[in-house]
């Protein structure tokens, strides 16, 4: 069975640092998907990426970027010079490939920015 | 705008009673799915269907009945309330293989 683990439960920083929220998944299947979506204050879950298990790309998308690493079973996701509106739970997930594209969620980190 | 509609936004239970969580979704996804969300635990799956017609069971399917006569509607039930389905409810609709969009959210109290 699919597993996702989100070791981190809060991290606080200042803003305009980095910080790294960490995802490791544990699948049996070679076809899969991982997502990472963002939960801020108001409630509502925002899509962040996508990323297939065929492509091990890193990706950047302005101050985010994520980092996929098959060898360890990882997908962390890092956000440069971080800003008070990035504070908000993050969720990193995870889809096998013949699963009906349901979800398997790990437990969230809850990021804090301080100004 | 385009999305996944839930309604109610926020609901009070009594214990033994029952109810329907409305979703619909206007995008002509096949995909959709109930998860619950409980503090500390993420979201986890209630039931899906891949399709009108079809459905399945999730990680926590108790006490809880789906059905998918149309491709846009995918209501959830609660059959006798209890305190247990205290949570936040969300709707979920894609393509296959793409991502989610989700609904806004049903914050649920049973008392």
């Known amino acids: 069975a699919q597993k996702v683990t989100q070791a981190q439960t809060e991290i606080s920083v200042v803003e305009k640092e980095d910080v790294t929220l960490d995802c490791v998944y544990e699948?049996?299947?070679?076809?899969?998907?991982l997502f990472w979506y963002k939960q801020p204050p108001s409630g509502e879950l925002v899509f962040l990426i996508r990323r297939n298990s065929f492509d091990e790309q890193n990706e950047i998308s302005g101050r985010y970027s994520w980092n996929f690493q098959k060898s360890t079973s990882s997908f962390n996701f890092t956000i440069t010079a971080s800003q008070v509106v990035d504070s908000a739970v993050y969720f990193c997930a995870l889809s096998e490939g013949n699963a009906g594209n349901m979800l398997t969620f790990g437990g969230g980190t809850r990021l804090m920015v301080k100004p | 705008n385009a999305g996944v509609t839930q309604t109610p936004k926020f609901q009070v239970l009594k214990t033994g009673q029952s109810m329907t969580l409305q979703c619909a979704q206007d995008m002509n996804h096949e995909y959709m799915s109930w998860y619950r969300q409980d503090p500390g635990m993420g979201l986890r799956l209630i039931h899906y269907s891949v399709g009108a017609g079809i459905t399945d069971q999730g990680e926590v399917p108790n006490g809880y009945n789906v059905s998918r006569s149309t491709t846009e509607d995918f209501p959830l039930r609660l059959l006798s309330a209890a305190p247990s389905q205290t949570s936040v409810y969300f709707c979920?609709?894609?393509?296959?293989?793409?991502?989610?969009?989700f609904g806004s959210g049903t914050r649920l109290t049973v008392v």
């Open positions: 699948t049996r299947d070679t076809t899969y998907y």
């Open positions: 979920a609709s894609s393509y296959p293989s793409g991502g989610y969009t």
